[in-house]
T-cell receptor, first 114, second 114 residues
C-alpha cells in the first residue's frame, strides 16, 4: 500500500512549456484534490474530484486542467507554464466515513518555471 | 478574507519547552477541525481531528483543544523536541454535502532549537 504517490519530485520548465504532474493513490478513495503551496499563502485548492469522471474547480484553477478517468489517477496539466506557477504542488486523496473525513497528502512536486 | 486564521505566524522555542499554537475560524456551519504537521519538504500529516462535541484530544505530546462557542482551537506541544520543528496547519471543515468544504489556515512555522 503506497498511499498517495506523485511524480516527478522536482521539475524545471521554461515559460510556455506544458507538462503533466502525476498523482496516484491505491486506497480506493473517492475524493482527490490538487493544491499549491506558496510561502506565506498556505495550501490553496486548484481542482478537486469527487469520483471518476467528476471534477470541479477550486480557489486557483486558472492555467491548470485535470481529468479523472479512473479512481486511482488524478493528473494535473499545466497548459502553458508561467513563472507565477512556480510552487510546490500537493495531491491528496480522501474518504468520508460516518461523517469523519480522512485526507492523505502525497510528498509533493516542486516546480520551477523560468 | 481567510476563514481560518492561525497565530503566531512563526515561533522559536528551546528544546524541552512547551508551546501553544492558536487557530481562530469563522467557518459555518462547523463540521470538524483538524491539525496537521508538515515537515519541511513533505506533505502534511494529520495529528488530531475534533468534532463539535469534543473539546480536548491528545496525540502523544500534542494536545488540541476546541471551543466551538468562541470558534477557537489551540494545539499545545509539551516538552518539545527538535523533531517538532515543522509547520502546523489548522483545517476546518464546513458541514456541507456540496462543494468543497475544507478551509485551510496558512500555518504556524515552529522551530525548536537545542
Amino acid at each position: 500500500n503506497a498511499g498517495v504517490t506523485q511524480t516527478p519530485k522536482f521539475q524545471v520548465l521554461k515559460t510556455g512549456q506544458s507538462m503533466t504532474l502525476q498523482c496516484a493513490q491505491d486506497m480506493n478513495h473517492e475524493y482527490m484534490s490538487w493544491y499549491r503551496q506558496d510561502p506565506g499563502m498556505g495550501l490553496r485548492l486548484i481542482h478537486y474530484s469527487v469520483g471518476a469522471g467528476i471534477t470541479d474547480q477550486g480557489e486557483v484553477p486558472n492555467g491548470y486542467n485535470v481529468s479523472r478517468s479512473t479512481t486511482e489517477d488524478f493528473p494535473l496539466r499545466l497548459l502553458s507554464a508561467a513563472p507565477s506557477q512556480t510552487s510546490v504542488y500537493f495531491c491528496a486523496s480522501s474518504y468520508s466515513l460516518r461523517g469523519r473525513y480522512e485526507q492523505y497528502f502525497g510528498p509533493g512536486t516542486r516546480l520551477t518555471v523560468t | 478574507k481567510n476563514q481560518v486564521e492561525q497565530s503566531p505566524q512563526s515561533l522559536i522555542i528551546l528544546e524541552g519547552k512547551n508551546c501553544t499554537l492558536q487557530c481562530n475560524y469563522t467557518v459555518s456551519p462547523f463540521s470538524n477541525l483538524r491539525w496537521y504537521k508538515q515537515d519541511t519538504g513533505r506533505g502534511p500529516v494529520s495529528l488530531t481531528i475534533m468534532t463539535f462535541s469534543e473539546n480536548t484530544k491528545s496525540n502523544g505530546r500534542y494536545t488540541a483543544t476546541l471551543d466551538a462557542d468562541t470558534k477557537q482551537s489551540s494545539l499545545h506541544i509539551t516538552a518539545s523536541q527538535l523533531s517538532d520543528s515543522a509547520s502546523y496547519i489548522c483545517v476546518v471543515r464546513r458541514n456541507s454535502n456540496s462543494g468543497y468544504a475544507l478551509n485551510f489556515g496558512k500555518g504556524t512555522s515552529l522551530l525548536v532549537t537545542p
